[in-house]
């Protein structure tokens, strides 16, 4: 086997591993588990999101979609994540302070009304970790808000997140109205409303997942 599928494989175990303990409503041994990872490096902070947390999201909500598991199951395992991912900012400064910096600053939000932060908190991590100085609004955040962060923080890029199709369609006019307010600032969209095609939008407005944010 070769080191990526390797590393795909122990991904997948250690997946299974905290979907097992949040069904068995471990809350502690989940987050452990997670922890103990990628404090001993047998993930890196970017593949316990990309092939542990994200893939576990996603069987959650087909569990849910398909009427295995109540909306309170959703929530509880939704709040297990953000603790793990939480808990791991500590391990995240200390690695980030050893890349050097950028010197560029990158604001991530929620537009209004989008409460799917989760992946977007995730992105701050992988942000600080490429040698970006970086500072995450959360889910639901006002355009004026948006417009002051920019604008106090002094912000080179302005990520901006959604993940239902319904929020994607009220963007395109959000980030018009922004870049209207702020000329010269980049603006970029992301989220999983975007994973399967991005009509409306140019290619270089799109942040994808697999982007190297260290060339952005
Ligand atoms: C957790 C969750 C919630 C939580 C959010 C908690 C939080 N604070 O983030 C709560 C309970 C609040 C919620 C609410 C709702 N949700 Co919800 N939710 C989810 C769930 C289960 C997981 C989302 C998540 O955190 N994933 C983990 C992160 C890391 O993954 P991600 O953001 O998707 O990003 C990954 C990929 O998408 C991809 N990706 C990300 N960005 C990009 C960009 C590009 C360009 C590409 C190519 C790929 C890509 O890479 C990432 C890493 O692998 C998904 C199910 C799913 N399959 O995604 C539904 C889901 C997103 N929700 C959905 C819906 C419909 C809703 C509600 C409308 C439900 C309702 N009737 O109330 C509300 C809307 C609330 C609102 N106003 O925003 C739909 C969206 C459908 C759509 N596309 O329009 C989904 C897909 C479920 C479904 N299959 O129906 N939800």
Known sequence: MDDNADRAAVARDLMKEIDRRIGAYDRAGAVEAALRAAREGVVSVPELHTLVLAPLMA???ARWQAGETEVWQEHHATGIVRTIVESLAPLVH?????VPRNGRTAVLACPPEEMHDLGLRMLLDRFL???WNAHFLGADVPQEEIALAVRALEADLLVLSAATHYHRLRLRALVD???QAAPGLRVLVTGSAFAHGHDG???DEVLAPATDLQEL
């Open 59 to 61: 069987l959650v909500g």
């Open 94 to 98: 200390e690695q980030a302070a050893q």
């Open 129 to 131: 970790l490429a040698g």
């Open 177 to 179: 109205g922004l870049r």
């Open 201 to 203: 939008w140019a290619d």
